[in-house]
């Protein structure tokens, strides 16, 4: 197969996508691969984390002092909490066995996932505990690396409580810093994700391969062509981002009109319900709520309609790029040609 550069590896990306998803078009295959693409690409990150709720600190903290919890609802709260992490680790690993039986759809060119999803299914057992402990390692590093700010804040929020002069200046500069030391930080669990599923997944997939194994190979790739790869991680990481602000550019007033319209048209009969009595109260009820549940799954119908096209091709622009170093990715790719047979005939 072509060795492509991570420049040129662009337009083959593109033209293998719009191949897959729109040649032939047929609407209920391009939404199921499109959603799959989503799931498995787009929409949802391996290493997403997000903030607590803070609350303010007025003097309506006061107003908990009476408040408690009975042993039976503090039981009820854990085991809804161990309920959510369950069913948070299964949705992880079925998007794991997705994501691999996506793999093999997109190097081989087919568009049935259920008949491989169980291919892979002790390789996509190994990859997935994987994807937990780096997951875990990466909690652990963002607790440790948030700690002295949260401290710091908890000290300026305790002088303040006790009359204490709080320079603004220092707070700006502290809330800056934090901000730095997350934004390098997602980039370094990016960057792992990224080698993760780009480079060691391959590996995993067509050869069985074990963690060490994958990630030796892949970073003996890496370390052969360390340039190549940068301008790779580079591209791979900003087009994705730079794709989806053009789409929004161009769809925002489409989209801004009629969402716009349903919306008011929700607003409408919300107010309508303050002076509706019997039965005119229940149909604008359910007028309502089937405009907003209209609403809903039209937003995503369209996330899912942009968001495929790009999550395809993020997926087929690591396959090229990495399937013209990888021999056996690439030979499934672009299959080499047949042996000349040969001139000499037996007698």
Partial sequence: MKVF???????PAVERTKNYLFRPFRLGTYLKLSLVACLTEGFSSNFNFNSGHHTSSGTGIG??????LSNEIMALIVVAVLVCIAAGIIISYLITRLRFAFFHCLIHQTKEIMPVWGLYRVQAMRFFILTLIVCF?????LALAVAPFALSFYKIYLASQHGGQVSWVSCIALFLALFVVIFLLALIFAVVNLTMHDFMLPHIALENATVRAAWLAACGYIKAEKGAFL????????LPF????????????PLLIVFGILGISVIGF???LTYATGVT???????DAIVGLFTLCLGLLVAISVGGPIATWKRNYALLFYGGRYQVLGDILSPPPPPIPSTTEVA
């Fill in 63 to 68: 107003d908990f002092t009476g408040f408690h």
């Fill in 270 to 272: 919300t107010a309508a």
């Fill in 231 to 238: 301008l790779y991680v580079f591209l791979r990481l900003m």
């Fill in 281 to 287: 109260r229940i149909f604008f009820i359910a007028l």
């Fill in 242 to 253: 730079l794709a989806m602000i053009a789409l929004f550019i161009i769809l925002f007033i």
């Fill in 137 to 141: 390692i990466s909690l652990g590093v």
């Fill in 5 to 11: 550069s991570a420049s040129q590896a662009i337009s």
